[in-house]
C-alpha cells in the first residue's frame, strides 16, 4: 500500500470536507414559495479528519442565514454545537458519519432540523429539513473553490 493510500484509509469523516466551498440551490418556504439561494462554505478540518469547525452563509431575495458549528467524530458517530448568529440561536448536533455521507439532526431552543451531507470529490450536496419552522427544506450544491 503507498503512503497516500494508508493515509486516506485512516482519515476521519471529515478529511473530504476541507477548503472552501460555494454554490446554489433552492429554499422552499412554509408559505409554498420557492427562492433561489447563494451560499459559502468553509470546513477548517482537525485531528486527522475527526474533528471540523464549520460555517455555512447563505442569502436569497428574503431570506439569509449564518450558520457556525463544530463536529467530531468518533467510532461513526458525530456530536457537536451549533449557532446560528442572525437569530441568535444555538444548539447540539448529533448523527452519523459513513464514507461520504454524513446524516445528522440539530435541536436547540425552539427549533430543530435535519441534515443530509454528501461529498463527492470537488462538489458537495447538503440538505436541510428544519421542523415548525418558516423554512421546510434548503436544497444546495456547493462546489470546492
Known amino acids: 500500500m503507498l503512503p497516500a493510500e494508508a493515509h486516506a484509509q485512516g482519515a476521519g469523516p471529515f ?24 451560499c459559502r462554505a ?3 478540518v482537525g485531528s486527522g479528519g475527526r474533528a471540523v469547525q464549520l460555517s455555512i452563509r447563505c442569502a436569497s431575495d428574503s431570506y439569509n442565514f449564518d ?5 467530531v467524530s ?18 447540539t448536533v448529533s448523527g452519523r458519519a459513513s464514507g461520504n455521507q454524513i446524516q445528522a439532526y440539530a435541536q436547540g431552543s425552539g427549533f430543530s432540523a435535519g ?5 463527492h470529490g470537488n462538489r458537495q450536496s447538503v440538505v436541510i429539513r428544519p421542523t415548525g419552522a418558516d423554512v421546510t427544506s434548503v436544497s444546495i450544491a456547493l462546489a470546492r473553490r
Open 67 to 71: 450558520l457556525a458549528g463544530s463536529v
Open 115 to 119: 441534515l443530509s451531507l454528501a461529498t
Open 15 to 38: 478529511a473530504s470536507l476541507s477548503g472552501s466551498w460555494s454554490g446554489g440551490g433552492t429554499i422552499s418556504l412554509a408559505s409554498g414559495a420557492s427562492e433561489r439561494i447563494r
Open 74 to 91: 468518533q467510532g461513526g458517530a458525530i456530536t457537536g454545537t451549533w449557532s446560528e448568529s442572525s437569530r441568535g440561536v444555538n444548539g
Open 42 to 44: 468553509a470546513y477548517d
